[in-house]
């Protein structure tokens, strides 16, 4: 009598990986919404597409996607093609519904103090999701996770510091108001990103 082989507790199925994938764009999409819809930013890779469309006339989406590009290469040499397949899709997901969203939810008026809680509370879980099915979003979180892996340092503080950067520009370009919301959102995600994923739990190599 032959029984079924089940895949080991501590992976998850190329189903779940799927929709934990989808779950999470879709909810970094969301936040990134809601903080363009209240004037505000966010950090890492999408806070600087987010400042960058703010003074352009490119689409969010489309730089996102662009700035992402360069990161891959790490990801294929650093942490594996799986990972880098994973994080594509992540990306091309987030892209893509971040285009759509305008489109279908027309939020006119938030806060900046709920678009600050609200957007960093969304992205943080959206960014804990795909990170436990061993995605990102690109750029700073592809480097973040393959320090954590690497030499034990926490994702949520090397994004942390990238932030401090993405932040310095735009004090220079946005309100004071503006960015001290942004900022409070920003520390909102990685807190929620440092004390939730842990390397002895997760990691980004399949």
Do not use: C
């Not at 199925?13 to 505000?40: K, N, R, W, Y």
């Not at 990972?83 to 594509?88: D, G, N, S, V």
């Not at 027309?106 to 509370?121: E, S």
């Not at 960014?127 to 926490?154: C, E, K, M, N, Y």
């Amino acid at each position: 009598m032959f029984l079924l082989s089940t895949p080991p507790a501590d992976r998850h199925t190329p189903l779940e990986d799927v929709q934990g994938i989808l779950i999470g764009a879709t909810l970094v999409a969301l936040a990134v919404h809601l903080l363009a819809s209240a004037s505000l930013m966010t950090g890492q890779i999408a806070g600087l597409s987010l400042l960058t469309s703010y003074v352009t006339d490119l689409s969010f989406g489309v730089i996102f996607f662009v700035f992402n590009l360069p990161f891959y290469v790490l990801a294929v040499h650093q942490i594996g093609w799986t990972f880098t397949l994973k994080t594509f899709g992540a990306v091309a997901v987030m892209s893509v519904m971040s285009e759509l969203l305008p489109l279908v939810l027309d939020v006119t008026m938030v806060h900046p103090a709920l678009g600050a809680v609200l957007g960093g509370v969304l992205a943080g879980v959206g960014l804990l999701s795909l990170f436990r099915h061993g995605a990102t979003l690109g750029g700073v979180g592809i480097v973040a996770l393959w320090l954590q892996d690497a030499r034990d340092i926490p994702a949520g503080n090397v994004q942390l510091v990238f932030d401090l950067f993405v932040f310095g520009l735009a004090v220079m370009l946005l309100p004071l108001d503006v960015v001290i919301w942004s900022l409070i959102g920003a520390v909102i995600l990685n807190l929620i990103v440092t004390v939730n994923h842990r390397r002895d739990r997760y990691v980004a190599r399949s």
